[in-house]
């Protein structure tokens, strides 16, 4: 039997508990996997692509391009 893996990104509220609205009929049984998410690389990637934009606002490479 094919299954389908739905992947959810969920806030921990108040006491643990998670909610989520899912597609499936009322009753259908589920296993849940748990994993905690380490949010420090992927913001530490957002900060560089971030600081790194200032690179792309150049007049006088804009000027070589747009006569290429």
Excluded: H, I
Excluded at 4 to 32: F, I, N, W
Excluded at 47 to 67: K, R, V, Y
């Amino acid at each position: 039997m094919a299954r389908t893996a739905l992947k959810y990104e969920a806030e921990v509220m108040d006491g643990g508990r998670v909610e989520l609205c899912l597609p499936l009929p009322s009753g259908s049984r589920v296993t849940v996997f748990v994993v905690p998410e380490d949010m420090a690389p992927a913001q530490e990637l957002v900060s560089a692509a971030e600081s790194s934009l200032d690179f792309w606002d150049n007049p006088l490479d804009d000027e070589d391009w747009n006569d290429a």
